[in-house]
């Protein structure tokens, strides 16, 4: 072996060890991106066009709206992404702790300024996407057609689902309007959940809605099998207090088993199980007035398979 090839035997074996050296802090500095804009869209709250407890028909022009809605986008907005929710709440967006998460807005709404505002995450004053005249920067005012980027840092206690909104000077009506999402962020090496269900309790136009949809048939039916590891994000914006509850399930808070779980405007909170009752089941907010006003849907448990 010649001079010159031991060094560079001797420079690759450096070249591994400070790669292996490096490995936990690049593993740790992971960015998760996402693309996100605002875009102006009909909804209707109860498409199939009926109150399933009452059996009686909606006001079909209370129940359809002119809104804005969180878009998911590919890379750089190339397409449209559909959000994992069909209802009326952005895309989720997940990370782990250690995790650097990058939202690109765009606000494709021509009508009003937007922003993105988190809950739960780390980040400097410059990505809080909280409109304060005199003092909040670009990314609280998100005029039509502008862009912002919003840094954020899944820190220890940034540990659970959280709600995101809009915080421009349009905030009031967009939130009205379900201008918001949930972000869930797991312990650094957490196993995903198999099943993640986005429930959020708003009132909408009068509608006490989950994910912008009221009553049975209409609020999101949610599929599970038993052995599924199953996680609810719940999540409240507006001016009321729910109460999730789920039938034939509980959960633990602190140690004591629940099957109700109160929510407040702007908290949350994730619910984990592994699933054991198959079946059809109802959940809802148990706010009777909630409920009869459209906050309740299906949940239904397949049996394990064979
Ligand atoms: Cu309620």
Not at 70 to 76: A, E, G, P, V
Not at 103 to 111: T, Y
Not at 163 to 178: F, K, L, R, T, V
Not at 211 to 238: E, I, M
């Amino acid at each position: 072996m010649g001079h010159c090839s031991a060094r560079r035997m001797a420079l690759a074996a450096f070249m591994v060890v400070c790669a292996v050296a490096l490995t936990p802090a690049v593993a740790s500095a992971k960015v998760v991106q996402y693309w996100v804009a605002a875009v102006p869209r009909p909804w209707n709250i109860a498409p199939n066009g009926q109150d399933a407890i009452n059996h009686t028909p909606v006001d079909v022009l209370q129940a359809n709206i002119e809104t804005v809605v969180y878009q998911r986008f590919s890379k750089n907005f190339g397409h449209r992404v559909a959000n994992e929710s069909a209802g009326l709440v952005g895309p989720l967006i997940r990370a782990e702790v250690g995790d650097t998460i990058k939202v690109h807005f765009r606000n494709l709404d021509l009508n009003a300024p937007h922003s993105m505002h988190f809950h739960a995450t780390k980040y400097a004053p410059s990505s809080d996407g909280s409109y304060l005249p005199g003092f909040s920067g670009r990314g609280a005012n998100v005029e039509p057609g502008e862009s912002f980027t919003y840094t954020l840092h899944a820190v220890k206690d940034s540990v659970g689902v959280w709600p995101y909104h809009d915080h421009s000077p349009s905030m009031m009506e967009s939130i009205a309007g379900g201008l918001s999402g949930v972000m869930s962020i797991r312990r650094k090496g957490e196993r995903l959940p198999d099943r993640e269900f986005v429930v959020m309790l708003e009132e909408i136009n009068g509608f006490m809605t989950i994910d912008g949809r009221a009553y049975v048939g209409n609020a999101p039916t949610f599929k599970a099998r038993v052995g599924d590891r199953v996680q609810w994000d719940v999540a409240s914006l507006g001016e009321d207090f729910h109460t999730f509850h789920v039938h034939g399930h509980r959960w633990r808070l602190n140690g004591r088993p629940l099957d109700t779980q109160t929510v407040g405007p702007a908290e949350s909170f994730r619910i984990r199980w592994l699933e054991d009752a198959p079946g059809t089941w109802l959940y809802h907010c148990h706010v009777e007035s909630h409920m009869m006003a459209g906050m309740i849907g299906i949940y239904q448990v397949a049996k394990a398979k064979a």
